[in-house]
Nanobody, 115 residues
């Protein structure tokens, strides 16, 4: 059974940092196209950052220079290091993997940025 399990959400103050993790399991060990999305109530889910199977990264403009996506292939985990957090970063963050043309999603982890 393919699973994506996120962790690391919580409350941070503006200007603070959080680190999200997402572990992929249920597939053969390898390199996969994975990413982070976020969503607020009543809004569309939006792409935050992606890392391709070869390791290329991309970011939405609003997080460039503040967020960093990375991975450890030993345990097929991706991370999202979020620095200089802003209240606008508040959302439920979802991990995504594209496996053989199909989207898989984690359950999401809530990030709240507030003083």
């Amino acid at each position: 059974q393919i699973q994506l399990v996120e962790s690391g959400g919580g409350l941070a103050q503006p200007g603070g940092s959080l680190r999200l993790s997402c572990a992929l399991s249920g597939v053969r060990h390898g390199y996969y196209d994975m990413g982070w999305y976020r969503q607020n109530p009543g809004k569309q889910r939006e792409l935050v950052a992606r890392i391709s199977a070869p390791g290329d990264t991309s970011y939405t403009n609003s997080v460039k220079g503040r967020f960093t996506i990375s991975r450890t292939n030993a345990d097929m985990t991706i991370y999202l290091q979020m620095n200089s957090l802003k209240p606008d970063d508040t959302a439920v963050y979802y991990c995504n993997a594209i496996l053989w043309g199909q989207d898989y999603w984690g359950r999401g982890t809530l990030v709240t940025v507030s003083s």
